[in-house]
C-alpha cells in the first residue's frame, strides 16, 4: 500500500505562486506514476500534470509554461510549483500515485489541500 499526505495550499493572490507538496510513504518502489489533479464543486476531477519514475512529465494544456511537477526520490516527496496563479487554478488539488500490487496496477490519492486564488 502506498500511503499520501500533501501540503502547502492556500490563498495566494493573482499573479502569485504557491508550491504543493505530496509525501508518499509505504509500498514507495511500487510506485509507477504519480501525478496532481484538482477539483472544483460540481465538476469532474481533472489531470493536472503527471511524472513517471523516468522523469517524464506532462502538463494539462492550460497549466502549459506555469506549473512545474517535480519529484525527489531521496525524500519520497513529489511538488508542484504553481506560478503565475489566476482565479481559474483555484480548487482542491489532490495527489495521486498509481502502483503495482502483485502485478495489478492500485492508485491511491492524498486528501487534498485547498488553492484559493484572489482577484
Known amino acids: 500500500q502506498v500511503q499520501l499526505v500533501e501540503s502547502g495550499g492556500g490563498l495566494v493572490q493573482t499573479g502569485g505562486s504557491l508550491r504543493l507538496s505530496c509525501a508518499a510513504s509505504?509500498?514507495?518502489?511500487?510506485?509507477?506514476?504519480m501525478g496532481w489533479y484538482r477539483q472544483v464543486p460540481g465538476k469532474q476531477r481533472e489531470l493536472v500534470a503527471t511524472?513517471?519514475?523516468?522523469?517524464?512529465?506532462n502538463y494539462t494544456d492550460s497549466v502549459k509554461g506555469r506549473f512545474i511537477i517535480s519529484r525527489d526520490n531521496a525524500d519520497n516527496t513529489m511538488y508542484l510549483e504553481m506560478n503565475s496563479l489566476n482565479p481559474e487554478d483555484t480548487a482542491v488539488y489532490y495527489c495521486?500515485?498509481?502502483?503495482?500490487?502483485?502485478?495489478?496496477?492500485?492508485?491511491?490519492w492524498g486528501q487534498g489541500t485547498q488553492v484559493t486564488v484572489s482577484s
Open positions: 495521486n500515485a498509481h502502483y503495482l500490487v502483485y502485478f495489478k496496477i492500485n492508485y491511491t
Open positions: 509505504g509500498s514507495i518502489r511500487s510506485i509507477i506514476i
Open positions: 511524472i513517471t519514475n523516468g522523469g517524464s512529465t
